[in-house]
């Protein structure tokens, strides 16, 4: 029997009235949940706010930062894509979720989809014994001999880089983000599995992270031609590929050879307990675990380096101070890398660094689930499955002194504001999930700084706006750090 529109026209308005009512459902069910939180009254159906989220992601969460500051408890709500969101705002509620990550509370995400994204067995999605296992033997790979090992890789890397951005500036003014994000992507590629990837694969692996990096601020339609199922697929891609390297890892380290990158020390580490009992991680797990890795460093690590550049140019004597420590430990024309003991004496440069990843937290929320219905106040139950976003940006510029100052000082040994409001410096995250390679973060972001201000002059190429905050997914300036560049040294080092 054909069915005809004289046959369905009779049960329209059924269907507009059951519509109708499932979409008055939903918005009674958001109104339940965000009770007298701030935020939007009234959300479009299914999608809610998620056109503003991507159309325009600094102004949709600097609207959720407004809402969440206006109420003392410090917490705002909206709707996206058929999810209840919470904001958090309060530095101690912020510690009160990091501190529950467990299956009975909350569930840390890392992305709202994260999930298919990123795979299920990731780091960042394990709990209690497991969790501390596998961070115990990933401790090795962050060991002063493991961080200088990277150190010597990381400044070659940095030079040639800045080789190549002088060259390109001879003309005019250039934005870094791009040129950065290459040059951390070749760095975390290089320190992570150095001889396991050939030029070809380097070639398919940075294609491939850029799917998942667009993807990333897509919507979650997970169909052919969509951005996010072109991420989702990348990804496997690219856990399958650090997988062969970690195959061909342990090949090496089993043969007796010293380890040359983050994945031999790994493997080294994994062969001398597998004699102790049989080791546990298949290779496309450590393949995961290797992304994570990957994504924990690339756009986090891409976005202070462009913040340093801006504060640098903005405080000169900053950047003279720097110049000057810099020039007690290292002389280019020596020749020589800047060695672990002497980053480690760099104090005034440490604090540079940590004082830009303070004012410009790169990950400026850390997104978890409610795995249950949670007590976050006295007057507040979170909604089991809301999605929680602890808003480390915001933490930043809590307790400290004139937090809207760039004022390294505050991280010198006479002030040590770092210990004195700890709980407010949240841009390496805290409780068990806490940021496992802080410190390779740290060194990365030094020696950078100590490089570049060392080896050229820069100046920023200023327009309106230019600096303000822009989503990519981490924060960047909104020009992409456009800047004029010049050699200053005579010549550049060898790094022998």
């Known amino acids: 029997m054909e069915l005809t529109w004289s046959m369905v026209t009779p049960y329209i308005p059924y269907i507009i009235s059951i519509l109708a009512l499932l979409l008055l459902l939903e918005q009674i069910s958001y109104l339940k949940k965000k009770r007298f939180l701030p935020g939007p009254t009234f959300v479009f159906p299914f999608i809610g706010n998620a056109i503003s989220l991507v159309t325009n992601p600094t102004k949709f969460w600097d609207l959720q930062s407004s809402h969440a500051k206006s109420t003392p408890l410090g917490i705002s709500a909206n709707y996206i894509i058929g999810r209840y969101i919470l904001y958090i705002y309060s530095s101690d509620l912020s510690h009160k979720i990091f501190a529950n990550v467990r299956p009975d509370a909350f569930h840390l995400v890392g992305h709202p989809f994260g999930k298919k994204l990123f795979g299920e067995h990731n780091l960042i999605y394990m709990f209690g014994q497991d969790h501390k296992d596998l961070r115990r033997r990933i401790a090795p790979n962050f060991t002063p001999r493991a961080l200088q090992t990277y150190t010597n890789i990381q400044q070659r890397i940095i030079l040639k880089h800045l080789v190549c951005w002088l060259k390109k500036s001879e003309n005019g003014s250039i934005p870094l983000r791009i040129l950065c994000r290459d040059m951390n992507l070749e760095t975390s590629q290089t320190v992570f599995v150095g001889p396991y990837l050939n030029e070809e694969s380097r070639k398919r692996f940075n294609t491939d992270y850029n799917f998942f990096n667009v993807g990333l601020m897509k919507l979650p339609i997970d169909f052919p031609g969509f951005a996010f199922r072109n991420a989702r697929l990348a990804v496997g891609r690219l856990i399958e590929t650090l997988a062969g ?252």
């Not at 990365?444 to 327009?463: P, S």
């Open 245 to 496: 390297c970690a195959e061909e890892s342990e090949k090496k380290m089993k043969s007796g050879e010293e380890p040359t990158c983050l994945i031999d020390f790994w493997m080294q580490e994994n062969l001398r307990e597998s004699s102790e009992k049989p080791f546990e991680y298949s290779f496309p797990e450590i393949g995961g675990h290797l992304f994570d890795f990957l994504f924990a460093s690339q756009d986090a690590s891409t976005s202070s380096l462009l913040w340093a550049v801006v504060f640098l140019d903005k405080h000169p004597r900053v950047l003279e101070r720097v110049r000057k420590e810099v020039a007690n430990y290292w002389v280019p024309e020596n020749d020589a890398v800047i060695t672990g003991e002497q980053l480690g004496e760099m104090k005034y440069t440490e604090a540079v660094a940590r004082e830009v990843v303070r004012i410009r937290a790169p990950a400026t929320m850390v997104p978890h689930i409610a795995g249950v219905d949670f007590p976050l106040t006295k007057d507040y139950v979170i909604p089991k499955g809301t999605i929680v976003f602890p808003s480390v940006f915001d933490s930043s510029f809590q307790g400290f002194t004139d937090p809207d100052r760039f004022e390294p000082d505050r991280f010198m040994e006479d002030r040590q504001e770092d210990r004195v409001y700890k709980k407010n410096f949240l841009a390496f995250g805290a409780g068990a999930h806490q940021c496992v390679g802080q410190r390779y973060a740290i060194n990365h972001l030094m020696l950078f700084i100590a490089m570049f201000a060392t080896l050229v002059d820069f100046k920023r190429d200023q327009t309106d706006g230019c600096d303000e905050i822009s989503y990519v997914p981490t924060i960047v300036p909104k020009d992409d750090c456009r800047v004029f560049l010049s050699q200053r040294c005579t010549r550049f080092p060898t790094l022998s």
